[in-house]
């Protein structure tokens, strides 16, 4: 299985390896710095680099390669899931993934990463367990630790570990019960110029908190199940009662975990929430261009776009940009010649608009292609795929939950062309 794991930060230094079965040199990472080297961004590098006698696979996040090494024939998606389970476990324990976070808490890392695979087998990889297990660090337990020699190492086996439901501990209790979901999808669209989409789809994902006394049993039930294609569910859910019936049933685990996540590819049931409207232009004799872009909402179901940051990638004859925007704030860096605009909240009553004029290098020939305008944005309380949960209940508690559902959608890879 994995042998090694390195972990790289954006300036290709290698601030913390662990190994399992062997040794690994750490001269098997310069294939990967060679694959780094020939994508131009960082989420480009392959997630799967064969070596003359290893695979190297990796996900990058938070500004992190981490990089598992493995010897033989392995499913990739294997190793690529359990790497994305390391970074959120590290999220959960120290709050933020980040390298200095990480160095800062070099110990506990080693000891989670030591509990998450044995012999370089995934082992416990749920938080609840591995909180049993590894404690958390806190200041108060820092000291401790410091001044006794201690470690952060449970005395006692999980509890959850022994049961039928490993992922919950037993004996869990709280004087406020509640469960909250957060519906987020995310929408990667590439608009053409004339407005049409030529590709879009939808990743959802269903994250839950849930603070719940004893052991409670959930069901979730949507208005629309049908619109979920390719679904991925946490190990809690009873798979069976879901294809006969479409209900989510499940024993959730204490705190926060990602219930399920999804995929809505189909053309038709995809809703594009906001539109460009755009007038760039280069003419042949002359040195200046013509750049005007309009944004506005559609297909919002009257909710407010907010967070909207228009960027854009120049051509390289462009020397500078005078623009003016009617909202929010614009910066055109000549060096890298990138243009980021700021746009804020879209009011559908005065739609944003930037407008003003490029100045292109003498004598170089007109752009042979407009530049691509690229968009993020968020949209609270909506579900761009209209999925909808109709209601959540309780069994095999006494005791009344507070029960809340977040809706929310965002702009993932947004492009539309000019």
């Known amino acids: 299985m994995i042998h090694s794991l390195f972990l790289i930060n954006a300036s290709g230094d290698i601030f913390l390896e662990k190994h399992w079965k062997s040794v690994v040199s750490r001269s098997v990472c310069d294939y990967f710095f060679e694959a780094q080297e020939r994508a131009t961004e960082a989420e480009n590098v392959p997630p799967v680099i064969p070596t003359p006698h290893h695979y190297l696979l990796s996900v990058y996040r938070h500004k992190i390669f981490f990089v598992a090494v493995i010897q033989s024939e392995v499913p990739p998606l294997f190793v690529i899931e359990f790497l994305h389970r390391v970074v959120d476990t590290f999220q959960d324990y120290f709050g933020v993934c980040s390298e200095v976070m990480i160095k800062d808490n070099v110990v506990v890392v080693y000891e989670v990463l030591e509990e998450m695979l044995d012999n370089g087998f995934p082992l416990a990889t749920e938080s609840n367990i591995?909180?049993?297990?590894?404690?958390p660090p806190t200041i108060l337990r820092t000291v401790v630790n410091t001044i006794t020699g201690s470690t952060n190492v449970g005395d006692q086996l999980p509890t959850g570990q022994l049961s039928v439901?490993?992922?919950?501990?037993?004996?869990?209790?709280?004087?406020?019960?509640?469960?909250?979901?957060?519906?987020?999808?995310?929408?990667?669209?590439?608009?053409?110029?004339?407005g049409s989409?030529?590709?879009?789809?939808?990743?959802?994902?269903?994250?839950?908190?849930?603070?719940?006394?004893?052991?409670?049993?959930?069901?979730?039930?949507?208005?629309?199940?049908?619109?979920?294609?390719?679904?991925?569910?946490?190990?809690?859910?009873?798979?069976?009662?879901?294809?006969?019936?479409?209900?989510?049933?499940?024993?959730?685990?204490?705190?926060?975990?990602?219930?399920?996540?999804?995929h809505v590819s189909a053309q038709n049931l995809v809703a594009i929430p906001v539109y460009v409207k755009h007038n760039i232009s280069f003419r042949d004799s002359s040195s200046l261009g013509r750049f005007e872009i309009t944004v506005g909402p559609k297909q919002t179901m009257g909710k407010t776009v907010e967070g909207v940051m228009v960027t854009s990638q120049m051509p390289k004859g462009v020397l500078n940009m005078t623009l003016t925007p009617s909202q929010g704030t614009h910066i055109f860096d000549p060096v890298t010649k990138l243009l980021s605009w700021d746009v804020g909240k879209i009011n559908p009553q005065k739609l944003p608009s930037l407008k003003g004029s490029v100045s292109l290098q003498a004598g170089?020939?007109?752009?042979?292609?407009?530049?691509t305008i690229n968009l993020q944005f968020?949209?609270?309380q909506l579900a761009i795929s209209g999925l909808k949960v109709n209601r959540l209940d309780m069994y095999g508690e006494k005791y009344k939950p507070f029960k809340g559902i977040k809706y929310m959608t965002k702009a993932g890879k947004f492009q539309v062309r000019t």
């Open 130 to 135: 591995l909180k049993e297990l590894i404690k």
């Open 165 to 194: 439901v490993p992922w919950r501990r037993t004996g869990v209790k709280y004087t406020n019960n509640e469960a909250y979901f957060d519906v987020i999808e995310e929408i990667d669209a590439i608009i053409d110029k004339s």
């Open 197 to 262: 989409t030529i590709t879009a789809e939808i990743q959802g994902v269903i994250d839950a908190c849930v603070k719940l006394t004893g052991m409670p049993d959930l069901t979730l039930s949507f208005m629309n199940p049908r619109l979920l294609d390719d679904v991925s569910f946490h190990p809690c859910v009873r798979f069976k009662r879901w294809e006969s019936e479409r209900i989510l049933s499940f024993i959730p685990p204490d705190g926060n975990f990602r219930l399920l996540s999804y």
């Open 364 to 371: 170089t020939s007109k752009p042979d292609e407009n530049p």
């Open 378 to 380: 968020k949209i609270q």
